[in-house]
C-alpha cells in the first residue's frame, strides 16, 4: 500500500545551520504532498504543501520540491531557529486521507 | 481560520469505562478523521468519515467505534477502554469530496488519553 518514508531523527543542530529533513513516497498516482509541523503540546498545523511534480511548496523559510523522478520530498530550511524545534511529519495524499510519514524530532539549540 | 476543538486536552479514565472523545469543527468541512499518535509509530487512522452518518475504518478500528451524527461534530468512543488505548487521540477536518479529495487536514490540539 501507499507509504511515506521519512528520516529518522532526532536531529540536533546549532543555531543558524542549514536543515534537511529527507521524506519519500511510495508512487502510487499522483498524490499531494505535505509537510506538517507540531510543536510540544500541541496538534499538527500544516507547513508546507505540493500538488504537482516541480511544484515548490515554501512557508516561514521552509521549503520542498515535489520530485516526480525520485520521489522524494525533502525539507530544507537555510537557517534554523530555536523556534523550529518541533517534530515535523511528510505525508501524501491517498483517496481523500494522509498517509504520514514516523516523524523527525528536530532540537535546534542557541 | 479553520478551528478544529477537541473537548479535552487531558482525559484520565478507568479500564473498562466507556470514553468519549468530541470534536468539533467550524468549517463545514465534509470528511473529518480521528489518529492516535505514539512515540515510534507516528500518526496511526483510526475511523474516517465523508459525511454525515457515514464512517469507514480506517488502519487500526479495534475497540473504537465513532458517531457522526451532525456535519461539525465528530465524536470517537472506546467501548471498554484498555491500558493499551493510553494515548495522543488527534481530531482533524477537511474539505473535499470524499475520497477524492486531496486537501490538507487540519487538526486540533489533541487529548492526552490516560487508561488506568
Known amino acids: 500500500g501507499d507509504s511515506v518514508t521519512q528520516m529518522e531523527g532526532p536531529v540536533t543542530l546549532s543555531e543558524e545551520a542549514f536543515l534537511t529533513i529527507n521524506c519519500t513516497y511510495t508512487?502510487?498516482?499522483?498524490?499531494?504532498l505535505f509537510w506538517y509541523v507540531q510543536y510540544p503540546g500541541e496538534g499538527l498545523q500544516l507547513l508546507l504543501k505540493?500538488?504537482?511534480?516541480?511544484d515548490k511548496g515554501s512557508n516561514k523559510g521552509f521549503e520542498a520540491t515535489y520530485r516526480k523522478e525520485t520521489t522524494s520530498f525533502h525539507l530544507e530550511k537555510g537557517s534554523v531557529q530555536v523556534s523550529d524545534s518541533a517534530v515535523y511529519f511528510c505525508?501524501?495524499?491517498?483517496?481523500?486521507?494522509?498517509?504520514f510519514g514516523k516523524g523527525t524530532k528536530l532540537s535546534v539549540k542557541p | 481560520d479553520v478551528k478544529v476543538t477537541q473537548s479535552s486536552r487531558y482525559l484520565v479514565k478507568r479500564t473498562g469505562e466507556k470514553v468519549f472523545l468530541e470534536c468539533v469543527q467550524d468549517?463545514?468541512?465534509?470528511?473529518m478523521f480521528w489518529y492516535r499518535q505514539d512515540p515510534g509509530l507516528g500518526l496511526r487512522l483510526i475511523y474516517f468519515s465523508y459525511d454525515v452518518k457515514m464512517k469507514e475504518k480506517g488502519d487500526i478500528p479495534e475497540g473504537y467505534s465513532v458517531s457522526r451524527e451532525k456535519k461539525e461534530r465528530f465524536s470517537l468512543i472506546l467501548e471498554s477502554a484498555s491500558t493499551n488505548q493510553t494515548s495522543m487521540y488527534l481530531c482533524?477536518?477537511?474539505?473535499?469530496?470524499?475520497?477524492?479529495?486531496?486537501?490538507?487536514?487540519?487538526f486540533g490540539d489533541g487529548t492526552r488519553l490516560s487508561i488506568l
Open positions: 505525508a501524501r495524499g491517498s483517496q481523500g486521507n494522509l498517509i
Open positions: 505540493a500538488t504537482k511534480a516541480d
Open positions: 468549517m463545514d468541512h465534509e470528511n
Open positions: 482533524a477536518s477537511t474539505s473535499g469530496q470524499g475520497k477524492m479529495s486531496n486537501q490538507p487536514q487540519h
Open positions: 508512487a502510487t498516482g499522483y498524490p499531494s
